[in-house]
């Protein structure tokens, strides 16, 4: 071994070793941040495949495929190779491996294929119209309204995930559209019947479909049964009660292992539920509870400030984390006047931390949601430094690459509404009703494309649809005569006719062109267009830096992520911005308990993410919490209250009112404006 080899991996502590060693019954480990689960787990593959059990017969299941392809790579460090044929991923991406491959003997068709949430929502919007709720856009503000699109894919996705009733859903989290209970159900069962004329399948179909195939199809329960020796899941607080359902249903001879923490449970608002955790050892008797207690991540300042933090919850969480190292200096809670000096903090900060050794991938800033960091993102481009972004709006949710899948998709299922839509009113004096028209009309011809052709429609649109009939037929024709196109060539004959469409839609049309070439490139790496599609659709690059051309590991960039996207991860120093009442909790999210505490628990997360340094930036104002035109301070996050606070280095940086409440309390009582601009008004009039 060369002397540039590795720092040799810690033992396991005694309880880690434990697990990691346990023998097949079920297993369960509860514990707090930092504590090794995730370690823990990787170690346990690893003693699973030197047991003799086959690696292709290990089910690792994560929240994301860049986690699964993370840990599966460190386990090859312990054992070779061999975890290479360990199987890996999200839910949803094996779902959809096992459905290509016993579907066509459940009825389901071969050529399936997968909406996204956006493409959920423009079908829903169908049914939604088909109900007669089409254009209540223009019905007075104050008129009660039937839920919008994307809140009927959110109640109905609700509804898949947990299996409880939509009238008891509505009830307890939607109460306003509680009246229009039986229309939302019509509704529902339109969007259902249209997925499966057309061949369409949402996400939730995906984990219901196996869920399904485990409970109600024996003979193909059983042989999906008998491809896995073992199963682990890591993250098990969050997931969701159908999760939890297709795991009972795959486990049954009771080889599993969960790991999670409760204390860091932040996806309830998708229907995740801590009682999977709960209820783990009653659904697997004989279960087996290990609970960690040491955390390895942190330094003994920033553990000092999460668990005060998690304390304050009204929810019990057991766990005392506590660690054997002394080093490192508290957190800093940093007062700043407004985004822009909050930037100039943060760049600053972590360039001399960079200076100081620290290279940029070890550093993180984390926000709430992804917009929040746009400040930041412009400064980080002017001074040319690299970054990379994880979770907020991805490459593939942008409008112009949607449309180009779109075109895919088609030639893949002529079926698929949700594209037909789409694409036609992207055609100049292409309306609504048009649209719909076109599609009826290609349902009633066997949606050959020609049909558009047909369609009653202004003079004005006929050489746009024609055109799009003339390249979907032509482009069939040769099909069928030859072979499909490969990913590429069809992007790149379809373009002749999106590109012009482009430049006429938007003012910004280069960078978009740049992204369609970007979108060449990567399907120049598939040669099967339904596989291009559902890696696009289920495995979507989870980072800008995976779509780069050439890029390497070496590459040094600073990451900026939402504090979802954060989860399971570790950085040597991490910089929380906007800690401002109305991010941390978010304002809408600030009107029930429930909705709170999982507001603190991600903070938590946030803050818990931290090896050695720790800085917590609160913007007295930001153009993120501004409510219309009122531009008052913001408030202090309140989950920082002086309990946290004092486990806290606090200053206040630069150009900043000195006030009372500020140097007491900063920030958490109301500020007083610098000047009261309207009683300075009132007084030069006499009011
Ligand atoms: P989270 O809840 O945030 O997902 P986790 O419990 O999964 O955290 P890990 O990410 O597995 O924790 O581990 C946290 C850090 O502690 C990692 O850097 C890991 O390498 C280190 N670690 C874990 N166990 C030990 C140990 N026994 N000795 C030394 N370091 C350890
Ligand atoms: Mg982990």
Same mark, same amino acid.
């Given at each position: 071994?060369?002397?540039?080899?590795?720092?040799?991996?810690?033992?396991?502590?005694?309880?880690?070793?434990?697990?990691?060693?346990?023998?097949?019954?079920?297993?369960?480990?509860?514990?707090?941040?930092?504590?090794?689960?995730?370690?823990? #787990?990787?170690?346990?593959?690893?003693?699973?495949?030197?047991?003799?059990?086959?690696?292709?017969?290990?089910?690792?299941?994560?929240?994301?495929?860049?986690?699964?392809?993370?840990?599966?790579?460190?386990?090859?460090?312990?054992?070779?190779?061999?975890?290479?044929?360990?199987?890996?991923?999200?839910?949803?991406?094996?779902?959809?491996?096992?459905?290509?491959?016993?579907?066509?003997?459940?009825?389901?068709?071969? /050529?399936?294929?997968?909406?996204?949430?956006?493409?959920?929502?423009?079908?829903?919007?169908?049914?939604?119209?088909?109900?007669? &709720? @089409?254009?209540?856009?223009?019905?007075?503000?104050?008129?009660?309204?039937?839920?919008?699109?994307?809140?009927?894919?959110?109640?109905?996705?609700?509804?898949?995930?947990?299996?409880?009733?939509?009238?008891?859903?509505?009830?307890?989290?939607?109460?306003?559209?509680?009246?229009?209970?039986?229309?939302?159900?019509?509704?529902?069962? /339109?969007?259902?019947?249209?997925?499966?004329?057309?061949?369409?399948?949402?996400?939730?179909?995906?984990?219901?479909?196996?869920?399904?195939?485990?409970?109600?199809?024996?003979?193909?329960?059983?042989?999906?049964?008998?491809?896995?020796?073992?199963?682990?899941? =890591?993250?098990?607080?969050? +997931?969701?009660?159908?999760?939890?359902?297709?795991?009972?249903?795959?486990?049954?001879?009771?080889?599993?292992?969960?790991? *999670?923490?409760?204390?860091?449970?932040?996806?309830? %608002?998708?229907?995740?539920?801590?009682?999977?955790?709960?209820?783990?050892?009653?659904?697997?008797?004989? +279960?087996?509870?290990?609970?960690?207690?040491?955390?390895?991540?942190?330094?003994?300042?920033?553990?000092?400030?999460?668990?005060?933090?998690?304390?304050?919850?009204?929810?019990?969480?057991?766990?005392?984390?506590?660690?054997?190292?002394?080093?490192?200096?508290?957190?800093?809670?940093?007062?700043?006047?407004?985004?822009?000096?909050?930037?100039?903090?943060?760049? $600053?900060?972590?360039?001399?931390?960079?200076?100081?050794?620290?290279?940029?991938?070890?550093?993180?800033?984390?926000?709430?949601?992804? &917009?929040?960091?746009?400040?930041?993102?412009?400064?980080?481009?002017?001074?040319?430094?690299? &970054?990379?972004?994880?979770? *907020?709006?991805?490459?593939?949710?942008?409008?112009?690459?949607?449309?180009?899948?779109?075109?895919?998709?088609?030639?893949?299922?002529?079926?698929?509404?949700?594209?037909?839509?789409?694409?036609?009113?992207?055609?100049?004096?292409?309306?609504?009703?048009?649209?719909?028209?076109?599609?009826?009309?290609?349902?009633?011809?066997?949606?050959?494309?020609?049909?558009?052709?047909?369609?009653?429609?202004?003079?004005?649109?006929?050489?746009?649809?024609?055109?799009?009939?003339?390249?979907?037929?032509?482009? @069939?024709?040769?099909?069928?005569? $030859?072979?499909?196109?490969?990913?590429?060539?069809?992007?790149?004959?379809?373009?002749?006719?999106?590109?012009?469409?482009?430049?006429?839609?938007? =003012?910004?049309?280069?960078?978009?062109?740049?992204?369609?070439?970007?979108?060449?490139?990567?399907?120049?790496?598939?040669?099967?267009?339904?596989? %291009?599609?559902?890696?696009?659709?289920?495995?979507?690059?989870?980072?800008?830096?995976?779509?780069?051309?050439?890029?390497?590991?070496?590459?040094?960039?600073?990451?900026?992520?939402?504090?979802?996207?954060?989860? @399971?991860?570790?950085?040597?120093?991490?910089?929380?911005?906007?800690?401002? =009442?109305?991010?941390?909790?978010?304002?809408?999210?600030?009107? =029930? /308990?429930?909705?709170?505490?999982?507001?603190?628990?991600?903070?938590?997360?946030?803050?818990?993410?931290?090896?050695? /340094?720790?800085?917590?930036?609160?913007?007295?104002?930001?153009?993120?919490?501004?409510?219309?035109?009122? %531009?008052?301070?913001?408030?202090?996050?309140?989950?920082?209250?002086?309990?946290?606070?004092?486990?806290?280095?606090?200053?206040?940086?630069? $150009?900043?009112?000195?006030?009372?409440?500020?140097?007491?309390?900063?920030?958490?009582?109301?500020?007083?404006?610098?000047?009261?601009?309207?009683? #300075?008004?009132?007084?030069?009039?006499?009011?």
């Amino acid at each position: 071994p060369s002397l540039l080899s590795e720092p040799a991996e810690p033992a396991l502590n005694p309880a880690q070793a434990e697990a990691a060693n346990h023998g097949d019954a079920p297993l369960l480990i509860v514990a707090g941040a930092g504590s090794g689960k995730t370690r823990t #787990l990787i170690h346990r593959v690893a003693a699973l495949i030197r047991r003799g059990i086959p690696p292709h017969r290990i089910l690792l299941l994560t929240f994301t495929r860049r986690s699964a392809q993370e840990m599966l790579s460190r386990c090859e460090r312990l054992v070779g190779p061999a975890s290479q044929s360990v199987q890996g991923g999200t839910f949803h991406g094996v779902a959809h491996r096992l459905l290509r491959r016993f579907g066509p003997s459940a009825g389901l068709p071969a /050529d399936f294929t997968i909406l996204d949430q956006s493409d959920a929502g423009d079908l829903m919007g169908l049914a939604r119209s088909a109900l007669g &709720y @089409g254009d209540l856009k223009n019905a007075p503000r104050s008129a009660p309204r039937f839920p919008r699109a994307e809140t009927l894919v959110s109640i109905y996705s609700r509804h898949i995930n947990t299996d409880r009733p939509v009238a008891e859903l509505l009830n307890e989290l939607w109460p306003h559209f509680l009246a229009w209970t039986g229309d939302i159900e019509r509704c529902f069962g /339109d969007y259902i019947r249209r997925k499966s004329e057309r061949n369409l399948l949402d996400y939730d179909d995906l984990l219901l479909s196996w869920a399904l195939l485990l409970e109600q199809a024996p003979p193909i329960a059983e042989q999906i049964r008998a491809l896995y020796d073992h199963v682990l899941v =890591d993250e098990y607080q969050d +997931t969701n009660p159908l999760q939890s359902r297709i795991l009972r249903g795959l486990c049954t001879n009771g080889h599993i292992t969960v790991v *999670g923490d409760d204390a860091q449970s932040i996806y309830a %608002f998708r229907g995740a539920t801590i009682r999977n955790i709960l209820d783990f050892p009653h659904e697997f008797p004989g +279960t087996r509870i290990v609970t960690l207690e040491q955390n390895y991540r942190s330094t003994p300042h920033i553990l000092d400030s999460t668990n005060v933090l998690i304390s304050r919850s009204m929810e019990r969480y057991s766990k005392q984390l506590f660690t054997a190292r002394t080093d490192g200096e508290r957190p800093w809670l940093v007062t700043v006047r407004d985004e822009s000096a909050q930037t100039a903090f943060v760049v $600053d900060r972590l360039l001399e931390l960079h200076e100081q050794g620290t290279p940029l991938r070890e550093m993180a800033v984390l926000f709430r949601a992804g &917009y929040l960091s746009a400040d930041l993102e412009i400064e980080l481009s002017n001074r040319r430094i690299p &970054y990379e972004k994880w979770g *907020g709006l991805k490459f593939l949710e942008a409008a112009h690459i949607k449309d180009i899948l779109a075109f895919v998709r088609l030639l893949e299922n002529p079926r698929d509404e949700v594209s037909w839509y789409r694409l036609l009113r992207l055609l100049p004096g292409v309306g609504d009703a048009t649209a719909r028209n076109a599609i009826e009309l290609l349902n009633q011809h066997g949606w050959a494309p020609m049909a558009i052709g047909a369609v009653k429609a202004p003079a004005r649109a006929k050489p746009g649809l024609l055109a799009m009939a003339a390249l979907f037929d032509g482009m @069939g024709r040769v099909e069928r005569a $030859d072979r499909p196109h490969s990913p590429s060539e069809t992007i790149r004959l379809v373009r002749q006719l999106y590109d012009p469409l482009l430049n006429a839609t938007y =003012d910004d049309a280069p960078p978009r062109l740049a992204d369609l070439d970007q979108l060449e490139i990567i399907a120049a790496g598939y040669t099967d267009r339904t596989e %291009f599609l559902a890696a696009l659709a289920l495995e979507p690059p989870s980072s800008t830096q995976d779509l780069a051309i050439g890029s390497t590991d070496e590459d040094d960039a600073l990451i900026l992520s939402t504090v979802h996207s954060a989860k @399971g991860k570790e950085w040597d120093a991490v910089f929380v911005i906007h800690a401002s =009442d109305g991010v941390f909790p978010m304002a809408r999210a600030a009107v =029930d /308990d429930a909705q709170i505490e999982e507001e603190r628990r991600l903070l938590y997360v946030a803050l818990t993410r931290a090896r050695n /340094d720790l800085y917590v930036v609160y913007p007295l104002h930001s153009y993120a919490t501004r409510t219309g035109a009122d %531009f008052s301070y913001t408030q202090l996050s309140r989950f920082l209250d002086p309990g946290v606070r004092n486990t806290m280095q606090r200053v206040t940086l630069g $150009d900043v009112p000195d006030t009372p409440a500020l140097r007491g309390e900063l920030g958490l009582t109301p500020v007083e404006p610098v000047v009261d601009l309207r009683a #300075l008004l009132r007084g030069r009039f006499g009011a």
